[in-house]
């Protein structure tokens, strides 16, 4: 056995896979953990767990930030690595290949994107592979409607090259193309199937909301589960179900049972967050949703918005623009049983959909240095981006919490590893720790982590996270971002 570079000296370490739960030490070696232990032998770098848990980084399927910054609060939040799987990127390799040349603090990767792919095939959309580019067409009608079949097949021609590069899956924004053709989704099922590569469905409509739409998103998803036999992940069933959680977690409940591959995940927040120039922020539509205007607050002024007069404006002006959608009361009890019930749906993983930061144009309206720490005061995000983690343990996991430690470190590391290890085998290291898995470690204080991120301040980084590290590298030690430390390697799937 090599020498160790680092060890984590005395903390609880808890293994979601194995079930160990025990005080130890953990030994590093390069990027790899190599012992646990009992008073191990003495390395160059010890870093002091007494009184605190030590388990695997929590692996976020659900991330739409891919910038150092932003990254930067995922990582003081517990997350090791953070993958753009829901929108997806096109081509995933310019993708790739941009997260590297800049670096980041923690493990990156992307899906291929249906909505990218079918805005080249539909509307002409130039792909540069960055999610900007869909929110900077996110309102343009024709990438909504059904399309030709020869629009189907560039689409899906995309969508397999991209698989064949190594995208981890298929990321499908339906919810924002209500007028496009089930059956086209189940082509893109078929695809996906056919490379053995999972997909992660921002679902259509429901039934409930639009009774005239062209199949209920719910019955859409564990349908192209069942006739293709491809992984359908549904992402954040908290906010695309809303109030008709418990009749969609049922149905995909039954659909499992019956053997169809369907997966959930959700975040611990009662508000969403798109841009604004979404179909279904439509003035006329809201009302499918329980939402008015003032629902709405635009981010990049902060504006609660007054009428449908000005949402028709900004949706003009600035369609990529991010807007807070409040749909459940977080103070309210009824609201907040009903989000728990999607958290602890068995086997539902944590995941944060946290957002790009958005530059206020109360401020300068400009992005400093990219590599500025902490996050300029003039950054706006969602809460979710900095405290989904902190917040979930503090929900599932804190006193009188429904799950309990263990099980909650589950759905935010080993869960989402398994999700993605048959087509990307090198998730078979991440989300444990055990001798031979990666390093990607979170060290946090169970009586202290908390969410400090809220609606009116974003971007406050959580608590109670002591020490992250990236493949053997510290990126929080001590409770801070180390700055220089850019360690983050991508995760990617075998090119075919």
């Given at each position: ?36 232990g ?54 995933v ?27 080249e ?21 024709e ?9 189907v ?13 190594g ?34 469905t921002h ?36 906010s ?31 508000s ?163 001798p ?61």
């Open positions: 056995m090599s020498m160790p570079d680092l060890i984590v000296r005395g903390g609880r370490v808890i293994d979601p896979e194995s079930g160990r739960d025990e005080i130890a030490d953990v030994a590093v070696s390069g990027d790899r953990v190599i012992d646990i009992n008073e191990l032998a003495p390395a160059p770098v010890e870093l002091d767990a007494a009184g605190h848990v030590v388990t695997a980084g929590f692996i976020d399927l659900h991330s739409h930030v891919n910038g150092v910054a932003g990254l930067r609060l995922q990582a003081m939040d517990g997350v090791t690595t953070a993958l753009e799987l829901e929108a997806g990127v096109t081509p390799d310019a993708a790739y290949r941009q997260a590297a040349a800049e670096g980041r603090p923690v493990n990156f990767g992307f899906a291929t994107s249906w909505a990218l792919a079918r805005l095939a539909v509307a002409g959309v130039k792909l540069d592979g960055r999610l900007s580019t869909f929110l900077d067409n996110i309102a343009r009608p990438w909504q409607r059904s399309a030709t079949p020869a629009q097949g560039a689409v899906l021609d995309r969508l397999a090259a991209d698989l064949a590069d995208a981890i899956g298929i990321g499908v924004l339906i919810g924002y193309a209500p007028g496009s053709d089930p059956a086209e989704y189940l082509q893109m099922a078929g695809v996906a199937a056919a490379a053995g590569a999972p997909t992660f679902a259509r409509d429901l039934i409930e909301m639009v009774p005239g739409t062209a199949i209920d998103g719910a019955e859409e998803i564990v349908r192209a589960a069942a006739e293709t036999g491809a992984q359908m992940h549904y992402c954040h069933v908290n695309t179900s809303n109030r008709y959680a418990d009749r969609v977690l049922d149905l995909v409940a039954r659909a499992q049972q019956a053997g169809a591959r369907v997966s959930t995940e959700a975040y611990p927040y009662g969403g967050m798109t841009g604004i120039g979404a179909a279904f922020l439509a003035p006329e539509r809201l009302a499918e949703r329980g939402l008015t205007p003032q629902s709405l607050t635009f981010a990049p002024t902060g504006e609660r918005i007054a009428n449908a007069g000005r949402l028709r404006e900004l949706r003009a002006t600035d369609p990529g623009g991010l807007v807070i959608i409040k749909q459940l009361d977080e103070d309210d009890p009824a609201d907040r049983e009903l989000l728990l019930r999607s958290l602890i749906f068995p086997d539902a993983i944590v995941a944060s959909d946290a957002m790009p930061l958005t530059w206020s144009k109360a401020g300068s309206g400009a992005a400093p240095d990219p590599m500025a720490w902490p996050v300029s005061a003039d950054a706006v995000t969602h809460p979710r981006t900095a405290g989904t983690f902190s917040r979930s343990l503090r929900m599932l996991a804190g006193p009188g919490g429904p799950l309990g430690l263990t099980e909650t470190l589950r759905r935010c590391s080993l869960l989402p590893a398994r999700l993605l290890q048959d087509r990307v085998p090198a998730m078979r290291a991440k989300g444990r720790l055990q031979g898995s990666d390093a990607d470690l979170v060290v946090f204080d169970p009586a202290a982590v908390s969410d400090q991120a809220t609606y009116a301040v974003s971007t406050r980084p959580s608590t109670g996270m002591k020490h992250v590290l990236v493949n053997g590298t510290p990126v929080v030690r001590d409770g801070a971002i180390v700055t220089a430390a850019l360690p983050g390697r991508p995760v990617r799937a075998a090119p075919r």
